[in-house]
């Protein structure tokens, strides 16, 4: 994404954490990065993590569409699916949830995590 930010122009990156790798872009630079759909494989595990630190703030409806993106790109990666879980069941969204859950339990039965949020959730 820094990469792809960069090729915008030298005013879209605002600023660069190498500590967490979180890149701060100009409103305009992801505008234009939101509009190209294609994830690329070496961008998934940086938006993996932006999901997770998005979670992390409760700013749940920013880290929905970035656990989105790395289901879609790596096929079975149960912990998107858990994880956008989550941050459904957050935004009391608890249909999306529970399907959600469900992939996850799909690719791996044998997280009890997953079991028990999608108990929880099938209730409601």
Not at 16 to 24: G, P, S, W
Not at 66 to 91: D, M, T, W
């Amino acid at each position: 994404i820094l990469r792809q930010a960069q090729k915008l122009g030298p005013f879209s990156v605002i600023s660069v954490d190498k500590k967490t790798a979180a890149i701060k872009l100009s409103p305009e630079a992801i505008a234009a990065i939101d509009k190209t759909d294609k994830v690329q494989l070496d961008h998934l595990p940086w938006l993996f993590a932006q999901g997770i630190r998005e979670y992390q703030a409760k700013n749940f409806a920013a880290a929905i569409p970035e656990f989105q993106k790395v289901s879609k790109g790596i096929f079975g990666h149960e912990p998107s699916y858990y994880n956008l879980g989550l941050c459904y069941a957050r935004e009391e969204k608890y249909a999306l949830a529970q399907k959600a859950f469900q992939d996850a339990a799909k690719y791996n039965p044998y997280n009890l995590f997953t079991q028990k949020f999608l108990a929880n959730v099938s209730l409601l």
